[in-house]
């Protein structure tokens, strides 16, 4: 089933779901090595790579927020009207992180000068021109903020989920991996 329908989500939400998963998980480990490795043609390689997958992840989401505009999504599983609320709103709260840090990164690689090419195809203008060190600190800590406050809700998100499975049994977690019937 491609499209989501009111009891699961289909195939292409649950693979955007998915291959964002795993491009988030890559890009907060190397996100946290690739400050520590010694000035390099490699670390550049590095840093390049991770702003090629941070854009893809902006580009990601956006598909993805379309396509739940055009697919729906399915109907909420029973549950309190608390953990429907938390639910909405854990969810929306990483959508827009999911939009932020990308776009902080460029504005950061703006602000400190740097050309920005999405895997050395395409160039990307710059969000703001010249070098500008405040701009670069504050888009730098807007970044590193950004991260914390996505990793502690991809934490509550995937906790939910578990706990959902294992203790509720309910078919939230199924929903999300297409293991239903």
């Known amino acids: 089933m491609i499209r989501n329908n009111s009891q699961r989500w289909g195939s292409i939400s649950i693979g955007l779901h998915w291959l964002t998963a795993l491009l988030i998980i890559g890009l907060s480990i190397v996100g946290l090595i690739m400050t520590e490795l010694p000035n390099s043609a490699f670390k550049m390689q590095v840093y390049a790579l991770h702003k090629s997958f941070g854009l893809t992840v902006l580009a990601l989401t ?41 776009l902080s990164g460029w504005l950061f690689n703006s602000a400190a000068g740097f050309p920005l090419r999405w895997f050395n195809l395409v160039q990307l203008p710059k ?55």
Request: cysteine-free; aromatic content about 10%.
């Open 62 to 102: 956006l598909l993805r927020l379309a396509w739940r505009f055009i697919a729906g999504t399915p109907d909420d599983l029973p549950g309190s009207r608390l953990q429907q609320l938390a639910a909405k709103a854990v969810h929306g709260l990483m959508y827009f992180l999911l939009l932020a840090m990308p």
């Open 127 to 181: 969000l703001f021109t010249g070098y500008n060190p405040a701009l670069k600190d504050f888009a730098h800590d807007l970044h590193e903020t950004g991260f914390t406050l996505l990793a502690a809700l991809l934490l509550v998100h995937a906790g939910a989920a578990l706990f959902h499975h294992y203790v509720i049994k309910d078919d939230t977690l199924k929903r999300m991996t297409g293991k239903m019937p």
